[in-house]
């Protein structure tokens, strides 16, 4: 089972809808982009922090999805009716990208069978490494939960700030989800590290050199997408198009697209000894 984490939307914002006596009631799951058949449903939603509502998923055959979410933004108020949503299921396999993207870029139909799955899985899982190496750092997140903690600040206010918590960590900290134990203290889901599947420039490129990776290679899928730019008349000899270079519209991604996320080596520099006091600079005061 594999969870979905859904963020209402309202009058063109993102929205909250339980302050005001809402509720995120259901989600319904479908084998097609018209959304006619129910295949599976799912509700109501957990709210796990601010604007976050949580869906356990049924199990359900691996693919794409579509989905409607049905949500109640006031106490009183008309249900709504969100229709935005695709899933690529199933979802927590430590991957940033789905197989049915990369399958999508290079013109592959869906469904996907269980032995094209494993082959885009394997060019996801060349590419994403990559990713790793240069930016020096996991791209999946870490869930370290804390229990029975006290916030530095009041119920009242935002308790999603990762400040809010007397947590540290050498990494970057979101909090995830918390919830009250009924003594005044919380237990507490911190994401640490970067959050890979979340940056859409990381998903862009892993998706992008998956499916050029899988192009290229003998016999993998898509490898007949490549441009023809021509045949000699006996068919001895083809001809493809140069790819676009860097800059140019569909061209690859580069790493160096990334740079912003990678991580930082810092060595504190040599300083001089400190002369003794009283003739240093900074006096300390004598007992």
């Known amino acids: ?126 590419a994403q490494s990559d990713v790793v190496a240069y930016l020096g750092q996991p791209v999946i997140p870490q869930v370290v939960t804390r229990t029975a903690i006290t916030p530095y600040w009041t119920p009242t206010e935002d308790l999603s700030e990762p400040d809010a918590w007397p947590f540290e960590a050498d990494d970057l900290v979101d909090v995830l989800a918390y919830r009250e134990r009924g003594d005044g203290t919380y237990d507490v889901d911190f994401l640490v590290g970067f959050n890979g599947p979340a940056n859409k420039p990381v998903v862009r490129y892993v998706t992008a050199h998956a499916a050029e990776s899988e192009r290229q290679r003998p016999g993998g899928l898509g490898a007949s997408g490549r441009r023809v730019s021509s045949v000699s008349a006996e068919g001895q000899s083809v001809s493809y198009e140069p790819a676009p270079t860097a800059g140019q519209a569909g061209a690859l991604p580069l790493l160096d697209s990334l740079n912003r996320w990678k991580r930082r080596l810092y060595q504190q520099l040599n300083r001089p000894v400190r002369e003794p006091w009283p003739y240093s600079s900074a006096r300390h005061r004598r007992r």
């Open 1 to 126: 089972m594999s969870v979905y984490d859904y963020e209402p939307t309202y009058g063109g914002a993102a929205y909250d809808p339980e302050p005001a006596g809402g509720q995120v009631t259901s989600l319904a799951l479908y084998g097609e982009p018209e959304r006619t058949t129910v295949v599976a449903s799912a509700g109501p939603g957990a709210r796990l922090r601010a604007g976050v509502y949580r869906f356990a998923l049924p199990d359900v055959p691996a693919g794409r999805y579509w989905a409607t979410v049905t949500f109640t933004p006031s106490d009183g108020a008309q249900p709504v009716t969100d229709r935005s949503v695709r899933l690529d299921l199933p979802l927590g396999m430590g991957f940033v990208t789905s197989p049915e993207a990369v399958a999508e870029a290079l013109g592959v139909a869906l469904p996907l069978t269980a032995a094209q799955r494993d082959q885009l899985e394997t060019a996801i899982g060349g």
